[in-house]
């Protein structure tokens, strides 16, 4: 994780608005001025003094993990995460620092993996500072709701992340998450159209390319090859209209296209048709001879 812990502390101490997590990059997604219009529109955070000093201490419990390993790690996560969740507690009254405080302590409990301890934060976080928190705090309850295989509960969070800026990156997560949980529980025809939904609610270039990869590995997993392959046509052809032109953003999509999983399951699968017509055929041939 980048220093999240100490950058967000750090803007809230300057009175600066958390930011939203950035999506993936290779290219904007659906209504983002939209969005960063909104967002600029909104009144900077005042924190109190007493708030500063406990995210400070927070702060240097979290760094005392970096580094460690194992149980030692496990112990520094959870004594950080407790401090957050106590700051949550202790400054209610100051939603921003509330909320903050929440979602850091989710992202801690999170690594430690008390994954229920996670959620409960990632709701409260959510609720708490909904603009700010309201749909990255839904998509981390949703994973860890997933993550502990209470998926019904994990699909409806997810739908509720993915209405929040329905054209933002983390609503494409929601969406496909949506899906791929569909198809893990058999209902394929679900999940092909839940997929084909998300691919036509993606941005050019690496989201689309996401989406593509899976419908056409549902598409596989169905057994209709042909529109296996629409789909990775798609994410191809939508490339190549993209008309990228900084050569950094090319040789990333390009990558992503030849690395599609995919193609080699659409290989494999033809190869395994192409040989059960093989054996058919031959099965055929030796009942002639034998006749």
């Not at 999506?23 to 109190?48: I, L, M």
């Not at 209610?92 to 979602?103: D, I, K, M």
């Not at 409960?120 to 500072?129: E, F, I, M, Q, R």
């Amino acid at each position: 994780m980048k220093s999240i812990l100490a950058t967000w502390c750090v803007w809230l101490c300057l009175g600066v608005p958390v930011l939203a997590q950035h999506g993936e990059a290779g290219g904007k997604p659906a209504g983002a001025t939209e969005a960063g219009a909104s967002k600029a529109a909104r009144p900077k955070v005042q924190t109190s003094g007493a708030a500063r000093e406990a995210l400070a201490a927070a702060k240097e419990l979290a760094n005392r993990g970096r580094g460690l390993r194992g149980a030692e790690r496990g112990h520094a996560l959870e004594v950080a995460a407790v401090a957050y969740d106590k700051i949550a507690a202790d400054f209610s009254g100051e939603p921003a620092v509330a909320a903050l405080a929440a979602f850091t302590a989710a992202e801690l409990w999170r690594q430690q993996g008390s994954l229920p301890l996670a959620e409960k934060d990632y709701l409260l976080a959510a609720s708490v500072d909904a603009s700010r928190f309201g749909q990255r705090g839904l998509l981390g309850a949703a994973d860890m709701q997933r993550r502990q295989k209470r998926n019904d509960e994990a699909m409806a969070t997810y739908a509720k992340a993915a209405a929040l800026e329905p054209g933002s990156a983390r609503a494409q997560d929601a969406r496909l998450w949506q899906a791929r949980l569909l198809q893990a529980a058999q209902r394929l025809d679900d999940a092909i159209a839940a997929f084909q939904s998300a691919l036509e609610s993606a941005t050019p270039g690496s989201q689309t390319i996401e989406a593509s990869n899976f419908l056409a590995l549902a598409w596989i997993e169905k057994g209709d090859l042909d529109a296996a392959a629409r789909a990775i046509d798609h994410a191809e052809q939508s490339v190549t209209e993209l008309g990228e032109e900084d050569p950094v953003v090319q040789e990333r999509l390009r990558k992503a296209l030849e690395t599609m999983s995919a193609k080699k399951g659409l290989q494999r699968a033809r190869d395994k048709q192409n040989q059960a017509g093989k054996d058919a055929a031959g099965l055929e041939a030796g009942r002639e001879q034998s006749k």
